[in-house]
């Protein structure tokens, strides 16, 4: 079995993200989604939100699932017997961040592969933030995320 790890805070999920999980599920037998409980981030939503979200919006995808996770990335791909990390790649501009995590978890865990795939074109300009700010305008987001996200969104931003 070939389990692999998404992670990432998916603050919302995009289109783009999904995309990516989408493709992964299609090669490898198991994707998780890890979502990142990261103390020094303040995100829109919740861990709970963003895992229900996630879980709506993968359902039809029957070797997918979403956790949450907290502390050393490579530990948890350890614990959940994941042979690599699946990250996604929009411009140059995520290259430096992307090749040092991925140096700094290769030393820690020789064993745990990182596999980049890049985005789709349709969806290189789309970032969790992008999407918070068109929202935050009530611009219309229903092209940039999937239908489950964009309603949270509306509720979020209308309240
Ligand atoms: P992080 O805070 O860890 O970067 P994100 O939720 O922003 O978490 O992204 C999770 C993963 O999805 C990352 O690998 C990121 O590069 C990838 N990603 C985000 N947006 C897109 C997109 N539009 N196309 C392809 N990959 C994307």
Do not use: W
Not at 21 to 38: G, M, Y
Not at 86 to 110: Q, T, Y
Request: net charge negative.
């Amino acid at each position: 079995m070939k389990n692999v790890i998404c992670p990432g805070s998916f603050d919302p999920l995009t289109n783009g993200h999904l995309d990516i999980i989408t493709r992964a599920s299609q090669i490898f037998d198991k994707v998780i989604v890890a979502v990142l409980h990261n103390p020094n981030k303040k995100p829109l939503f919740s861990m709970d939100e963003r895992v229900e979200m996630i879980r709506e919006s993968t359902k039809h995808l029957n070797n997918v699932e979403v956790e949450s996770y907290s502390g050393l990335l490579v530990d948890y791909a350890r614990q959940r017997g994941a042979c690599a990390i699946v990250r996604g790649l929009r411009a140059i501009s995520d290259f430096e961040f992307e090749l040092m995590h991925a140096s700094v978890n290769r030393k820690l865990a020789p064993e745990v592969e990182t596999v980049y795939m890049m985005t789709s074109n349709e969806f290189s300009f789309l970032s969790s933030s992008v999407v918070k700010e068109v929202a935050a305008f009530h611009g219309e987001v229903s092209c940039m995320v999937p239908s489950a996200v964009a309603e949270k969104l509306k509720e979020k931003f209308n309240s």
